[in-house]
């Protein structure tokens, strides 16, 4: 059965102080992992989707890399707005459009 | 451009009501999720339609559970009779046809059934 783990759960960081997010799967062959943004009382915001091992994809202060079985999110001299819930999902080979979803790491930025 | 459309955005009513949840995907878009989420549970699919033909709902908890496609642009999600273990935020979203393309979500019904 396929399985997304994000660890940790929750960070806590001030401005400016860089750090990674990580997210560890199994699955029967990858198609893509997928990273969102989850802001309180909205839906997931699309972030990236990674495809293969060694690539990696950036936006702002986000930077995404993945492995054979995981992957991280790091978050680059973050800033206040960068608070919210970041979600990993996994999508398998043999499971057109689905995604599994992990639980997610809270990450709050204090200036 | 607009995103996918959820209403009602609140929905709070008593056990044993039928509840109707609506969803207009984004234009153009093939595909169309259904998703739940709840703090011990975490995101939780429950249906998926294809070209507004449904393609798998194994996720679906139970027959009280129901979600149609009529066309492309519109879908629902219903449960009749409610109960209070459906409480949860309930999201749907859609993406262009293809199975690697990144889904784009509403913002949610959050439901309470008392």
């Known amino acids: 059965e396929d399985q997304v783990t994000q660890s940790p759960e929750a960070l806590r960081l001030q401005e400016g102080e860089s750090s990674s997010l990580n997210c560890s799967y199994t699955?029967?062959?990858?198609?893509?992992l997928f990273w969102y943004r989850q802001d309180p009382g909205k839906g997931p915001e699309f972030l990236f989707t990674l495809y293969s091992a060694g690539e990696e994809k950036e936006k702002e202060r986000l930077k995404a890399t993945l492995t054979k079985k995981e992957s991280f999110l790091h978050i680059t001299a973050p800033k206040p707005e960068d608070s919210a819930t970041y979600l990993c999902a996994v999508q398998a080979a043999d499971s057109w459009g689905k995604l599994q979803f992990g639980a997610g790491t809270q990450v709050v930025v204090t200036p | 451009d607009a995103g996918v459309i959820q209403s009602p955005r609140h929905e709070v009513t008593e056990m044993g009501q039928e509840v109707t949840l609506r969803c207009k995907p984004i234009s153009g878009h093939n595909s169309l999720f259904w998703y739940r989420q709840t703090m011990m549970r975490g995101l939780e699919l429950l249906i998926y339609?294809?070209?507004?033909?449904?393609?798998?709902d194994s996720g679906m908890p139970e027959d009280r559970f129901s979600a149609k496609m009529p066309n492309a642009s519109f879908s629902t999600l219903k449960i009749q009779p409610s109960e209070p273990r459906d409480s949860a935020v309930y999201f749907c979203?859609?993406?262009?046809?293809?199975?690697?393309?990144?889904?784009?979500f509403g913002d949610g019904t959050r439901l309470s059934i008392l």
């Open positions: 699955v029967s062959g990858l198609r893509g």
């Open positions: 339609f294809n070209n507004n033909v449904p393609i798998d």
């Open positions: 979203a859609s993406s262009r046809q293809g199975g690697n393309q990144p889904q784009h």
